[in-house]
């Protein structure tokens, strides 16, 4: 069974900075899957959205709303998946999930994962 850990959260003030990780145990890395690694968030009272994610092959999606400001990265060797964010806004206040989509190359059936979420507040 998959499992992912996130830390990294916290209070920050506007315009601060923080690095979420995300940490996959449970699992290695197999030949047979691909792998979609990332970061939504959900703020109260809203629906939850995607904030970033990368693929295996390193390409990554970033949200309009965060693009310019924050980097996901991803290191395959130690299972980890990373979120810099930058120049931060008291609307990027929300629970930041990391996610791991996982895709079996024969059949194209995926299983997704989530982590339990970590409180990231930006206050202004």
């Known amino acids: 069974q998959v499992q992912l850990v996130e830390s990294g959260g916290g209070l920050v003030q506007s315009g601060g900075s923080l690095r979420l990780s995300c940490a996959v145990s449970?699992?290695?890395?197999?030949?047979?899957?691909?792998?979609?690694m990332g970061w939504y968030r959900q703020a109260p009272g809203k629906q939850r959205e995607l904030v970033a994610d990368?693929?295996?092959?390193?390409?990554?999606n970033i949200a309009d709303s965060v693009k310019g400001r924050f980097t996901i990265s991803r290191d395959n060797a130690k299972m980890l998946v990373y979120l810099q964010m930058n120049s931060l806004k008291a609307e990027d206040t929300a629970v930041y999930y990391c996610?791991?989509?996982?895709?079996?190359?024969?059949?194209?059936?995926?299983?997704?994962?989530w982590g339990q979420g970590t409180q990231v507040t930006v206050s202004s």
């Open positions: 996610n791991v989509a996982r895709t079996r190359r024969s059949s194209g059936r995926s299983s997704d994962y």
């Open positions: 449970g699992s290695s890395f197999s030949g047979f899957y691909t792998y979609t």
């Open positions: 990368i693929n295996h092959d390193g390409s990554t």
